[in-house]
Nanobody, 124 residues
């Protein structure tokens, strides 16, 4: 089992920045691919970013160039640095862990463990 706890969400004005953190516990963090997803009210959960165990990163087109995913294996933590935030980035953000390397990292069903989510609200 892997437990994931997100933090760092909050209210920010458009154009501002936030950094989300996701602390993992339970198993060897470095063995897991890590992803961030988000879900806005009335919408389906969508992929935001993924980082493989080796450090390769992937992003949704909607956040490319604005968001950066990174990981610190020594701290068992994955981060999502969000810059130039827009009102449409408002959502609950979830981190997730995947046991297997997958090219379909953008699909939520590829992940085995999920955090409880943290709210990000961007005001215009």
């Amino acid at each position: 089992q892997v437990q994931l706890v997100e933090s760092g969400g909050g209210l920010v004005q458009a154009g501002g920045s936030l950094r989300l953190s996701c602390a993992a516990s339970g198993r060897t963090f470095s063995n897991y691919g890590m992803g961030w997803f988000r879900q806005a009210p009335g919408k389906e959960r969508e992929f935001v970013a993924h980082i493989w165990t080796g450090g390769n990163t992937f992003y949704a087109d909607s956040v490319k160039g604005r968001f950066t995913i990174s990981r610190d294996n020594a701290k068992s933590t994955v981060y999502l640095q969000m810059n130039s935030l827009k009102p449409e980035d408002t959502a609950v953000y979830y981190c997730a862990a995947a046991e297997r390397i997958s090219w379909t990292y953008y699909l939520s069903q590829d992940y085995d463990y999920w955090g409880q989510g943290t709210q990000v609200t961007v005001s215009s």
